[in-house]
């Protein structure tokens, strides 16, 4: 395996790809598959931490696509068969089973440690041909008047170096790496929630189908537990909330967290037996998209271009496809010897229409007027559709689904923005 520690034997690359989660490694993967001379950055020692457990089943395809899918499948991780909703006082909501709708062996999925997960897939890439530099953190974008050419990096000693490349994916999640220095950032206003989380050993679990289950259980004011199976008896919980619903009582997160376990009857019966066995974290930063996905010889994929809320697990999902996407496009421009942002047009369309549905259905979920009941007892037709956007399955059109749940709720308007930057004039180096 090229697993290089931090010492690139090489100064130039055909593909520079920053951060090592699975948008970056999918599309090294693909790259490297096509003969591409690829560098993955990774500014920690793998395996690392990640939150993001709970898969969808559309994942399926990116990971076969890749070539990883039998070894995800090999890893022992919990098989999730679908997601069900429980109300404050316990009542649990018939689950989507994947199944019912999606007759092809993709309908399960997995509740994965992300650690492990994130491992398979850049052992993947590297078999492929990617070479790897761990502990290396993109410092510096190197730019050559307009156009983008290359990372400056900082190794584990301290050192720095300059490394080139006609085309750089940055994938370096919610770090964000060219959006915040090319203040690109634009928050989504309406989905500024918060983050709680921790992990407890011995959580109360469904039989069948349902063990692997994700359970999101409703808290006042439109907050939420997450309650996500995971292997050797773990669950991850987490409550998304306002901050000011959060907070009403004080900082004390230990506090907050016990608090609101007592205020949903399901999360406390559940996690009556448990242990708890992390800290917590604490994350905001909720919802944004960058102004622009390209600039000349920079494209940008998974979180590094936009992040939503985490409510139907969307994360990983649209990682993996925008890697897949991103890797096409730029063989393609291989292809062409062109690496200019014009020609991430049709990727910024197809990835930004995908996650406009998925978008619009958490508005959905975050507007009082909005019940998975109400939609299906007046559009029983729409079952389907809903189910489609929350397998994953985003790539395609929900006109009449968001005409039906506007009847009822809140369907934002889509955002004009997240294209390539084709009018950069000359760009400082920073
Ligand atoms: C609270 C919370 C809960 C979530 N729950 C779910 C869920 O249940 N299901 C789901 O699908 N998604 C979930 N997500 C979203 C999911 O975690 C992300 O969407 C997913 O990890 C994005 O993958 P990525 O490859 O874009 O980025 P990441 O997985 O974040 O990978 C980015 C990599 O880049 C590296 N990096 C960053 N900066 C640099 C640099 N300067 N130089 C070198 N390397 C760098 C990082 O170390 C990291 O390894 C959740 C997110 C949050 C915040």
Known sequence: MKRNGNMATSTHYDVIVIGAGPAGSTAAAILAECG???????????????????LLPYCYYPLQRIGALEKVQQASFIKKYSVQFASIEGQVSQPFYFFEHLKQEAAQTWQVWRSDFDQILLDNAVEKGAVVMEETMAKRLLRRGKCNVGVEVKVSDGSTRSLYAPITIDCSG??????????????????????????????????????????????????????????NDVVSVGITAEADYLYREGKDIQKIFNREIGVNRWISKHLEPAERIRDFRVTGEYSYRSRYCAS???????????????????????????????????????????????????????????IESMRKLVYAFYDDAFSFGRIFRKHPDLRSDMTDCLIGNLFRNFERLFKAIGEFAEVPEELNYGGPDTHVTELKDF
């Open 296 to 354: 000349d010889g920079l494209v940008l994929a998974g979180d590094a271009f936009a992040f939503l809320d985490p409510v139907f697990s969307s994360g990983v999902l649209l990682a993996l496809s925008s890697g897949e996407a991103v890797g096409a496009a730029v063989e393609a421009a291989f292809d062409a010897g062109d690496f200019s942002a014009s020609r991430f047009k049709k990727y910024s369309t197809t990835l930004c229409d995908g």
């Open 36 to 54: 591409r001379k690829v560098l993955i950055l990774e500014k920690q020692k793998f395996p690392r931490y990640s939150v993001g457990e709970s």
């Open 174 to 231: 919610r770090d964000a790496f060219s959006v915040k220095r090319n203040g690109w950032l634009i928050r989504d206003p309406k989905l500024n929630k918060i983050s709680i989380w921790t992990y407890y050993r011995g959580g109360l679990r469904d039989e069948g189908y349902d063990e692997g289950a994700t359970t999101v259980a409703y808290l006042p004011e439109k907050g939420w537990f997450w309650y996500i199976p995971l292997r």
